[in-house]
C-alpha cells in the first residue's frame, strides 16, 4: 500500500505543481502589459535626458520650451534590403503655459520604403510639435509626416548653437540618436497614431488622448518622473 501511495502523491504533486505554474503564467501575461508601458515611460524619460545634457543637441534644448508638445520614442526600429520598414511605441505630452506639461498619451509610429537600403538601424527619435495644427492632426486616428503635416530635421551638430528660432516654418521638428548601418533617418511618410488600448491599460476605462492630454482627466505615479524631467514653463 505504501507503494500505491507515492505514485498517486508524486502525481497530486505533479498536478499542483502544472496548476500554479498555469496560474502563474496567466498572472504574468496579464501583468505584461503594465509592465511594458512602464518601461516605455521609463525609457522615454531617459531618452529626454540624454538629449537634454548633450551639447550637440543645443537647439534641441533652445526649441522644446517653445513647443506646443513633444513626441518622444525611445526605439525607433528601421530595417531594410531595397523593402524598408520601421516602428516604434512613443509617449506624445502637450505643454500649456498655465498648467504646464500634460500627462503622457501613448502613441506608435510605423512606414515603409522603397529604395536602395541595407542595415538595421535603433534610434532614439523626440519629435517638437510646434503649433496648434501639429498637436490637432495628432488627435486623429492616424497622421502621415510630410503629407498631412510637415516636418524637417531639427539643427543637430557642433558649430551649430548660433541657429535662431526665429524662422520657425515647420509644423514638426524631429531630433534623432541613432546606431546601427543607416546613414541617416527620415521620417518622412511616417504614419503616427494612436494607441488608446494602451492609454486604458495604463490610466484606466476612457482615458484617451483627449481626455489625458486636453481634459487631464488621468494621470498615473509613473509618469511624474517624465514630466518633471521637461523644462517648466
Excluded: H
Amino acid at each position: 500500500m505504501l507503494r500505491a501511495a507515492v505514485p498517486q502523491c508524486t502525481q497530486s504533486r505533479r498536478s499542483f505543481l502544472t496548476t500554479g505554474l498555469a496560474a502563474g503564467i496567466g498572472a504574468a501575461a496579464f501583468a505584461a502589459p503594465a509592465r511594458a508601458d512602464q518601461a516605455l515611460v521609463d525609457r522615454a524619460r531617459l531618452t529626454l535626458q540624454a538629449l537634454l545634457v548633450d551639447r550637440d543637441y543645443a537647439n534641441f534644448q533652445r526649441l522644446l520650451p517653445l513647443a506646443r508638445a513633444t513626441l518622444i520614442v525611445p526605439n525607433l526600429f528601421k530595417a531594410g534590403l531595397i523593402l524598408g520598414a520601421e516602428g516604434g511605441d512613443g509617449l506624445l505630452l502637450a505643454r500649456d503655459p498655465a498648467r504646464g506639461w500634460s500627462p503622457p498619451a501613448f502613441y506608435a509610429l510605423g512606414g515603409g520604403s522603397i529604395g536602395l537600403q541595407f542595415g538595421v538601424q535603433d534610434a532614439q527619435v523626440v519629435l517638437l510639435i510646434m503649433n496648434e495644427k501639429g498637436l490637432n492632426a495628432l488627435t486623429r486616428d492616424q497622421v502621415k509626416l510630410g503629407a498631412d503635416i510637415s516636418i524637417a530635421a531639427g539643427p543637430v551638430g557642433a558649430g551649430l548653437d548660433a541657429a535662431t528660432t526665429t524662422n520657425l516654418g515647420e509644423d514638426i521638428y524631429s531630433f534623432s540618436k541613432t546606431r546601427g548601418l543607416f546613414g541617416g533617418l527620415s521620417l518622412e511618410g511616417t504614419v503616427i497614431y494612436r494607441r488608446d488600448d494602451f492609454n486604458a491599460a495604463y490610466y484606466g476605462a476612457g482615458a484617451t488622448t483627449q481626455t489625458i492630454v486636453f481634459d487631464r482627466r488621468f494621470t498615473n505615479p509613473g509618469a511624474a518622473a517624465l514630466i518633471a524631467a521637461l523644462p517648466r514653463t
